[in-house]
């Protein structure tokens, strides 16, 4: 079963301004990790974030952790054209031996 | 050198047929998955394997039957192709979870069934 909601759903910004995206889950978590997948292209990975971790930073890109929410953000800051892509969270469970299990994702398009 | 490489990229074919998808990654890991994105982009793990070994197996019909000759490699042959089997098929390899990396993907097979 899918294991992520993804919020929002589609989200249109311009070049310059910070996009966040949010992402929630059911179970327990090893680690959370997002990724980029561009149209028609294979997934792209971004960052991890550890079960035990709250914040992680990536060049422009911000990941948050609640474990107590089951939730995390991805924040991308001074967002380009090129970041329009769809956005993906996935979770990887204590027992699922490393399986991804991913949320329907975010398609952010970044208006030049 | 790409790390992850599928062929084909492109496959038609007719309902009833039988075709493989196959799969190498160069990047030394123990393991290799199968996902499928359907066409409203949902991913879902298929199989799974581990040096060789089947770890995961998604409550996928019988008629996918993933093989790994070596850990380098694991190929989906795919058989009886029904129009549901219609998507784009996801290699991808990974570390052991506690190395705490990402996964790599391959570049996708977007396979339609006529």
């Known amino acids: 079963s899918q294991q992520g909601e993804e919020d929002p759903q589609a989200l249109s910004i311009q070049e310059g301004e910070n996009a966040t995206m949010n992402c929630s889950y059911k179970?327990?978590?090893?680690?959370l990790q997002w990724y980029r997948q561009n149209s028609g292209r294979g997934l792209v990975h971004l960052i991890l974030?550890?079960?035990?971790?709250r914040e992680k930073h990536s060049g422009r890109l911000r990941v948050t952790l609640d474990t107590s929410k089951k939730s995390s953000s991805l924040l991308i800051t001074a967002s380009r054209a090129a970041d329009t892509a769809s956005y993906f969270c996935?979770?990887?469970?204590?027992?699922?031996?490393?399986?991804?299990?991913f949320g329907q994702g975010t398609i952010l398009t970044v208006h030049p | 050198d790409t790390a992850v490489s599928q062929t084909p990229k492109y496959l038609v074919t007719q309902m009833g047929n039988d075709k493989s998808i196959k799969c190498e990654q160069n990047?030394?890991?123990?393991?290799m998955y199968w996902y499928k994105q359907d066409s409203k982009k949902f991913l879902k793990i298929m199989f799974s394997?581990?040096?060789?070994?089947?770890?995961i197996n998604e409550t996928v019909p019988n008629r996918f039957s993933p093989k790994s000759p070596d850990k380098a490699h694991l190929n989906l042959h795919i058989n009886s192709l029904e129009l549901g089997d219609s998507a784009v098929y996801f290699c991808?390899?990974?570390?052991?979870?506690?190395?705490?990396?990402?996964?790599?993907f391959g570049s996708g097979t977007r396979l339609t069934v006529v």
């Open positions: 991808a390899s990974s570390p052991p979870p506690a190395a705490g990396s990402g996964y790599t």
């Open positions: 996935a979770t990887v469970g204590g027992t699922s031996y490393g399986k991804l299990t």
């Open positions: 394997y581990n040096n060789k070994e089947l770890i």
């Open positions: 179970t327990s978590i090893n680690n």
């Open positions: 990047l030394g890991h123990d393991t």
């Open positions: 974030i550890r079960s035990n971790e």
